[in-house]
């Protein structure tokens, strides 16, 4: 193989292993989101998967324990978000960012006593996956095929478009909102806990790192398709690998500014589809459930 | 923008604090503390001695700023939570000038370096406000990406070209002279930033409610079209507001810089962006009631170093009690709106 | 199925909007229900398709008390409804639409899914002209309105609600929806046709029950029908007669004249309005007539094009200048476009003057102006402390009429101004219009109520496709005529637009 080919075959599995927990994020909120919510906590859900799975993994050995465990724990505090936005009528903006701050506060509450212990990740497979990027990658047309071609599927885009259609339908959209919302949460646990558990084999208070944002930014350049969530996930994968690599390579640009990289692009591509939605006079794939509350 | 305190909005308070004060017992019980036992430290540590309130006092000042940032756009019903970046950035380029003339005299240097805090971070608002105005982008998803970058470029800065060779601890600047450093107030820490807080937050809330350009934002923000018609224009209120609240956060960052630490260094904003932002929301856009409850935060959240010493509960522990607040007023005035909504339409709306 | 409604009442708040109703739809009829809006109709149907649930009263199908508890179980009892707006998902397909409502199904739609062809067979056999792969967004106003009902029929419903089915149509679609509902009744369904229109009593309707503030207040068969009785029950009085304009001054000047504007959707749009005139916009939804409105309102950037008011050229923004202050701009929709919710009436009331206020502007004196003006449009309450939000639709328009017509304007565009209100708001509205067009102003009034242009108007204006394809004399012409004409199947090859 030439250099070039080392390079570069290394750039996409670098790119992928960076891509892998915004992948789980990008895929429950883009279900949030499919259903009519828009849920900015996905940052702390992460942050409390990622303690999580850190903790289980340290206690109890197992890696494949402790993405369960942040899975849970990301569904479980998604639910504060549910309650305050389904059986009470707040902000999502708000409850979104009231979810991320108390799920910063508990994570690295819960953090104190993590920060030094050592874990064993994942046994790495075959070029360089290990098991959570098999995961995510199986996820994408397994989530994809689901929403776009069965009838449950089919209901949860419904109630995205509106709930008051769903319901005449016969639909009980609070169902599917809250459904879509603990799913959202878990997916996003399962991304903190491969980021903790397999990614860096760390924690740190704080440690996503906004990711989660990027994450809620993202799904709106993936036009809400789970099956652009891939691609879109690699843009900030790519961006965080290559700002490593030049890092690496020429110890002359400070690491910090390559690492402002990865939010640059994700700003970039973020304001570029929203000049092209807002041009085109369609909707551009958004569920009509959202543009309210996009265009306050 | 809620500027009345009927008997509605007494009661939504009275609730609100029951079930923040509920959900904090639950968390302390969850973690094996006596609920009445820990608040009462974190009220001693808070408001218990002369030291205790001047830390709070401290505490409360940039957050303070921070509630006035993201307060301003807000009355143009903008939900910027950029107040973090913005004040990165004010520290950022306050610095850069105290760093580019260390032998100036105060008279030069303070004005100067207090101006370029609220010019850089007004400038830090600005591409959020542009992008927003020309492309429709969401300000709540670009400021937040770009809180991110503007601590980025403040870590790069300390760790790099900035940096002070000679720094036993963590990387720094050089200390500022003492030409550059804000004065203190009363013999504690508090100092001028929090008269200049103050004065700044008392000239908006005029502003906001007796003045033509006020009219103007709430009209804009109660139906663009409406405000439209009459001549008035969105985009260019949008990129005001934006452009004032930047200065604000901005001018909390070079404050916090220049009278506490001294010195820029990473991670200097303590949160204080977000927790202006839970203020901002608290206050319903009153500025009046956004600087009662900044000191109310700033005191929880001072109260936390204090816990760590008496009661040996990390400092974290308050962050998870400021964020049952805000989940606290979210739920209470969420569950209000619900209730008020279905007796009007009779349809639940989901 | 023979339906039954006992007693039912429902309130909202402060409002009664259902009180101690008896209603009744038998098999293989057409009951309309009649009635102004704001008169109970709608929610009386939402109560019997589970929406709500009744505070009182019962609901017999078919001699069975049932408990219909949810739009689910409505549709598993047999009952269809279709909505006016909220029933199909526009960035669906048909064949979507129609996969959603089934109650039951296998989980798999994809290709090849054995659910779908029944769909398929059902579509084909009801509905033949449309590609059950089309986007819903993609179909016209009465195409959506066909998927509806072969949405209902999928069901195997036994009986159809309507509500309000006619609004949006052209009267060649609206003849074509007549006569689907008298093939449903003769296939011995159960309809319920909801509207406010006599027009659609008249064509399709076997019994009518009128409704009035929340009660039940006749039930005649349709065939003997007392119109005017019928709508002194509507009302609750005789009618206001409204002052029918001055016929019109041959010699009068234009005022407005609009030369070949491009705007939005409207491509080289003319018109011309005379002083005292009163000229009406007709088309089908989607022709332009509310980017014409906005343009002239100064709301929407006109790219080509002239506007000119009295022999001056017009400028956006509207308050910028003298000449643009002469309009007086009514949109459509107050609530959403013309008033500020969350203000004042006060506020509302100076919002034309605001740019000119005082840097530190006397409230005291804004309230004391609005006062007067509240007073002499009668808007209630007649606070000027009151939120604008807090108006009923009817005092809405009056308070937009009280800000822009009071200082005698020269030209008046008024957009769908009476939509959604009562007869007797409705009444206020026009005389308010047309007392101005008695002193000499010119009038441009978009209506969606052909009956209404046609008996107010000196002339009316037909709008296709973002231009004016004809000016028709309001006296002269016949609804046939101006259907044809909306839909554009009256064009002759060298008709001129006026």
């Known amino acids: ?296 | 923008m809620d500027d009345g305190l009927g008997s509605a909005a007494l009661r939504e308070i009275g609730l609100s604090a029951a079930a923040f004060i509920a959900l904090s017992a639950l968390f302390f019980g969850l973690i094996g503390r006596e609920p009445i036992a820990m608040l009462g430290a974190i009220a001693e540590a808070s408001v218990g001695s002369g030291y205790a309130l001047g830390e709070s006092v401290l505490r409360a000042t940039p957050i303070l700023l921070c509630a006035l940032a993201t307060l301003t756009p807000a009355r143009v019903g903008q939900m910027s939570v950029g107040a973090e970046g913005q004040l990165y950035f004010g520290a950022l380029t306050g610095t850069g000038v105290v760093l580019a003339f260390p032998q100036a005299p105060s008279v030069v240097l303070m004005p100067a370096l207090l101006a370029a805090g609220a010019a850089g971070g007004a400038l830090w608002a600005l591409l959020p406000a542009l992008l927003r105005v020309a492309a429709r982008v969401n300000e709540t998803i670009s400021t937040l990406l770009l809180n991110y970058v503007a601590a980025l470029l403040v870590t790069w800065l300390v760790y790099g070209p900035w940096k002070n060779p000679h720094s036993q601890g963590w990387p720094a600047t050089i200390d500022f002279p003492d030409a550059a450093r804000l004065p203190t107030l009363w013999d504690s820490r508090v100092h001028a930033g929090l008269l200049l807080a103050l004065a700044l937050a008392v000239l908006l809330h005029g502003l906001f409610t007796r003045t033509r350009w006020g009219l103007v934002l709430d009209i804009l923000r109660s139906n663009p079209r409406a405000g439209q018609q009459a001549g008035l224009s969105l985009a260019r209120q949008i990129v005001l507001t934006m452009l004032i609240g930047g200065a604000l956060a901005g001018l909390a960052g070079i404050a916090e810089t220049s009278a506490v630490q001294g010195r820029l260094q990473a991670d200097l904003s303590n949160g204080a962006g977000l927790s202006g932002f839970l203020v901002a929301w608290l206050a319903r856009g009153n500025v009046l009631r956004a600087i009662a409850l900044a000191l109310l935060v700033g005191a929880l959240l001072a109260a936390g170093d204090g816990l760590q010493m008496s009661a040996g509960v990390p400092s974290s522990a308050t962050l998870v009690v400021q964020g049952l607040l805000f989940v606290a007023v979210l739920g209470v005035g969420g569950w209000r709106a619900r209730a008020m909504a279905s007796r009007r339409t009779g349809a639940v709306d989901v | 199925m023979h339906i039954r409604l006992h007693g039912i009442s429902k309130r909202f708040g402060q409002v009664q909007a259902v009180d101690r109703v008896d209603f009744e739809a038998r098999p293989g009829t057409v009951t309309a229900l009649l009635g102004e809006n704001g008169a109970g109709k709608s929610t009386l149907m939402k109560l019997l398709f589970g929406l709500h649930r009744p505070d009182a009263g019962y609901i017999e199908l078919d001699g069975q008390t049932q408990l219909v508890d949810s739009p689910r179980t409505a549709i598993r009892f047999g009952i269809g409804m279709v909505f006016q707006q909220f029933s199909l998902i526009g960035s669906l397909t048909v064949r979507e639409n129609l996969a959603l409502v089934l109650p039951q199904g296998a989980w798999w739609i994809g290709r090849g899914a054995r659910r779908l062809a029944a769909i398929d067979r059902h579509l084909a056999a009801v509905l033949p002209e449309i590609d059950p792969n089309a986007r819903v967004a993609d179909l016209s106003v009465g195409q959506v309105q066909s998927v509806e009902l072969a949405k209902v029929l999928l069901l195997r419903a036994r009986c159809v609600i309507l509500d309000e089915p006619s609004a949006v149509l052209s009267p060649t679609e609206a003849q074509q929806l007549w006569r689907s509902i008298r093939q449903l009744a003769e296939r011995g369904l159960s309809v319920v046709l909801i509207t406010h229109k006599l027009a659609d009593v008249r064509a399709c309707a076997d019994r009518v029950s009128v409704m009035r503030a929340g009660r039940l207040v006749g039930d005649v068969p349709a065939g003997d029908l007392d119109e005017a009785a019928v709508v002194r029950l509507m009302v609750g009085h005789a009618p206001d007669k409204v002052r029918t304009p001055l016929p019109r001054d041959p010699a009068a000047r234009v005022r407005l004249w609009v030369k070949a504007i491009r705007a939005g959707s409207l491509n080289e749009l003319s018109l011309q309005v005379h002083a005292g005139e009163i000229v009406g916009v007709a088309g089908v939804s989607g022709s332009g007539q509310t980017e014409l409105a906005q343009a002239l309102g100064g709301v929407l950037p006109v790219q080509a094009g002239e506007v000119i008011l009295d022999g001056e050229r017009l400028r956006a923004p509207r308050y910028s200048s003298p000449t643009s202050a002469k309009l007086a701009y009514i949109p459509e929709q107050p609530l959403l476009n013309a008033v500020a919710p969350d203000l004042s009436l006060s506020v509302n009331l100076a919002l034309k003057r605001v740019a000119g206020l005082s840097f530190v502007p006397d409230r005291r004196q804004l309230e004391r102006h609005a006062s007067a003006l509240i007073a002499r449009f009668d808007v209630r309450p007649p606070d000027p402390r009151a939120l604008a939000g807090w108006l009923s639709g009817g005092n809405l328009q009056k308070l937009v009429a009280a800000r822009e017509l009071s200082e005698s304007p020269a030209v008046v565009v008024a957009c769908y101004p009476t939509m959604g209100l009562d007869i007797t708001a409705a009444a206020q509205v026009y005389e308010s219009l047309f007392g101005l067009a008695r002193e000499g102003s010119a009038v441009l009034w978009i209506s969606e109520d052909l009956d209404d242009l046609m008996t107010h108007a000196h002339r009316i204006a037909v709008m296709l496709d973002g231009r004016v394809v004809r000016v028709l004399d309001a006296a002269e012409t016949t609804l046939a005529e101006l259907g044809s004409w909306m839909t554009g199947s009256g064009v002759r090859p060298c008709a001129k637009s006026a």
């Open chain 1, 1 to 296: 193989m030439s250099s070039v080919e080392i390079v570069l075959s290394g750039l996409l599995i670098s790119a992928l292993r960076s891509a892998t927990p915004l992948l789980f994020a990008l895929l429950g909120e883009c279900l949030t989101q499919r259903a009519g919510r828009i849920n900015l906590g996905v940052e702390g859900q992460m942050l409390v998967g990622a303690a999580s799975g850190y903790g289980a993994t340290a206690f109890t050995g197992s890696p494949w324990l402790g993405l369960l465990a942040g899975a849970l724990a990301g569904a479980l505090l998604s639910l504060v978000y549910a309650l305050l936005t389904v059986p009470a009528a707040a902000n999502p903006f708000a409850s979104g960012l009231a979810v991320w701050m108390l799920a910063f506060g508990l994570s690295a509450y819960a953090g104190t006593g993590l920060v030094g212990l050592r874990i064993e990740g994942f046994e790495p497979l075959a070029w360089g996956l290990t098991p959570s990027i098999v995961l995510a990658l199986a996820l994408v047309p397994l989530i994809g095929l689901w929403l776009y071609r069965t009838r449950t599927g089919l209901r949860w885009r419904a109630v995205g478009e509106s709930p008051e259609t769903a319901r005449a339908a016969g639909i009980r959209p609070w169902a599917v909102i809250v459904s879509a919302i603990a799913v959202g949460g878990l997916l996003s646990g399962l991304g903190g806990a491969a980021l903790s558990v397999d990614y860096t084999r760390t924690w740190a208070e704080g440690m996503t790192a906004g990711r989660g944002l990027v994450a809620v930014g993202l799904v709106i350049v993936a036009r809400w398709n789970p099956w652009l969530a891939l691609p879109a996930a690699l843009l900030f994968g790519g961006a965080e690998a290559l700002s490593l690599r030049l890092q690496a390579a020429d110890s002359a640009i400070s690491a910090h500014l390559l690492h402002t990289l990865p939010y640059l692009t994700s700003l970039a591509v973020f304001a570029f589809t929203c000049l092209r939605l807002g041009a085109r006079r369609g909707d551009g794939g958004a569920p009509a459930g959202l543009k309210a509350v996009f265009e306050h």
